[in-house]
T-cell receptor, first 110, second 114 residues
Framework: GEDVEQSLFLSVREGDSSVINCTYTDSSSTYLYWYKQEPGAGLQLLTYIFSNMDMKQDQRLTVLLNKKDKHLSLRIADTQTGDSAIYFC??????????FGSGTRLQVQP | DAGVIQSPRHEVTEMGQEVTLRCKPISGHDYLFWYRQTMMRGLELLIYFNNNVPIDDSGMPEDRFSAKMPNASFSTLKIQPSEPRDSAVYFCASASYGGMSEAFFGQGTRLTVV
């Protein structure tokens, strides 16, 4: 079955790098996503990676994918207080509905 | 487009009452999803539609929950009768698939059943 796991909480200081990790179990996932949820809001797509890629960089964001270990990570460089939010990884196995992890709450301390 | 629109934003109701949550997807999107978010269970898929047809409702908790999509621009999620354990934030999302596709989420409806 599908099960996406994340650690629940991460605290970093402003200016440091944040690394949020995710493991998934469905090897047929075509795309893997990172969504961001700010307080009182819905989820917004942050970035995504296609399953045949190992890495994707987008400004301060770096996504690493290890298909062998089914491990996905999101690195945020120079983390700012505005990055404080809940981050969800999600997989698209082709059935069109995303399966989300439990979310990692990122707290950025000034 | 104004994005996915959900109403109401907040709903407080008494146990046993019927609750109807509403969603207007983004125009042109042919997939619509209902998710429920709680602290204990995270984000769960309840049901999703393709071209107004329910495709997978295996996430619907029980018969008290029902969802409809009478046309491409409107969907409802109904709980009858409601129970305190239904308290959660309910999200509607829509997407149009072609390769990588982004699911756009509404702001959610925070439901409290007392």
């Amino acid at each position: 079955g599908e099960d996406v796991e994340q650690s629940l909480f991460l605290s970093v200081r402003e200016g440091d790098s944040s690394v949020i990790n995710c493991t998934y179990t469905d090897s047929s996932s075509t795309y893997l996503y990172w969504y961001k949820q700010e307080p009182g809001a819905g989820l917004q797509l942050l970035t995504y990676i296609f399953s045949n890629m190992d890495m994707k960089q987008d400004q301060r964001l770096t996504v690493l994918l290890n298909k062998k270990d089914k491990h996905l990570s999101l690195r945020i460089a120079d983390t700012q207080t505005g990055d404080s939010a809940i981050y969800f990884c999600a997989e698209d196995t082709g059935r069109r509905a995303l399966t989300f992890g439990s979310g990692t709450r990122l707290q950025v301390q000034p | 487009d104004a994005g996915v629109i959900q109403s109401p934003r907040h709903e407080v109701t008494e146990m046993g009452q019927e609750v109807t949550l509403r969603c207007k997807p983004i125009s042109g999107h042919d997939y619509l999803f209902w998710y429920r978010q709680t602290m204990m269970r995270g984000l769960e898929l309840l049901i999703y539609f393709n071209n107004n047809v329910p495709i997978d409702d295996s996430g619907m908790p029980e018969d008290r929950f029902s969802a409809k999509m009478p046309n491409a621009s409107f969907s409802t999620l109904k709980i009858q009768p409601s129970e305190p354990r239904d308290s959660a934030v309910y999200f509607c999302a829509s997407a149009s698939y072609g390769g990588m596709s982004e699911a756009f989420f509404g702001q959610g409806t925070r439901l409290t059943v007392v």
